[in-house]
């Protein structure tokens, strides 16, 4: 503490003071003393990490949620882009994004795993442990979507390979997800005006989707319309709302962009 550690520095030292204490001393027996010392060296390790420096909960999962909403809405830019260019190379960057995405997903589940079990044993985190039950129930729909987005980055390539892209409709339902998945961010960090913009982006991807023209024999467009929809849900489920609402607002929209495009 006095040379300025945090927790990590202070469990490190504490754990080599005990690992000193209990070494058997040079005639080969353990010490009475050393083993007193190591009672003590515990018990400050455990005061220290779960009352003095205990590890900030709701501050750990929100470093960890940006990188991930970055590059997850970074990635449907880039699947956008890539067809509104009609460039190969632009969505092979998406696929790579989304790719990198999941990693960071990853690190994020370990920090949402460290903040909930010091939320539960630190007394002065413990009020944080409902805020991170709503965030642990987002990361889990964010999971869903990232897996949704490394798919649609895969087929948003091959139909830039092929030059299948014929609807001025399908780029902007992308945009629309990046939309979304960035307010889905605020969401998670705590803005309670959050969810209903991450809604509204949502439904209008669902929106868009249905107005894009393609042959139904068109598999690559029935499968990115699909995939765009799906997205959808799981951006629904990760503002708290429930599958069957979600279902029924995605296909809502549906609806509505197909009468509006002349297509019952």
């Known amino acids: 503490i006095v040379v300025g550690g945090g927790p990590m520095f202070v469990q490190q030292a504490a754990t080599s003071a005990v690992l000193v204490a209990s070494l058997p001393g040079a005639g080969g027996a353990a010490s009475i003393d050393r083993f007193v010392d190591t009672l003590i060296g515990g018990a400050a390790a455990l005061i220290l990490t779960l009352v003095v420096l205990p590890v900030r909960p709701l501050k750990l999962v929100r470093a960890a949620t940006e990188p991930t909403i970055y590059e997850l809405a970074g990635t449907f830019a880039d699947i956008a882009r890539g067809m509104r260019a009609r460039d190969p190379q632009i969505s092979l960057q998406a696929l790579r994004r989304a790719r990198t995405t999941g990693d960071l997903w990853a690190q994020l589940a370990v920090a949402l795993d460290i903040g909930s079990q010091a939320a539960r044993v630190a007394p002065a985190r413990r009020r944080e442990q409902h805020a991170l039950g709503d965030i642990a129930r987002s990361v889990e ?80 467009i029935t499968h990115l319309t699909g995939q765009i929809r799906s997205t959808v849900i799981d951006l629904f489920r990760a503002t708290g709302m429930t599958r069957e609402r979600a279902l029924t607002v995605m296909l809502g929209a549906v609806e509505r962009g197909r009468t509006a495009a002349g297509r019952e």
Do not use: K, M
């Not at 902007?172 to 969401?187: K, N, Q, V, Y």
């Not at 959050?194 to 023209?213: I, L, N």
């Open 141 to 220: 729909q964010l999971d869903y979507t990232i897996r949704n987005a490394r798919v649609t980055a895969r087929v948003a390539l091959r139909l830039v390979e092929t030059d299948s892209i014929r609807s001025p409709d399908l780029a902007p339902s992308i945009d629309f997800l990046g939309t979304a998945a960035r307010e889905l961010g605020a969401h998670i960090n705590g803005d309670i005006d959050a969810a209903p913009r991450v809604r509204v982006a949502a439904e209008a991807a669902a929106y868009a989707s249905a107005r894009v023209t393609y042959d139904e024999h068109d598999l690559l």
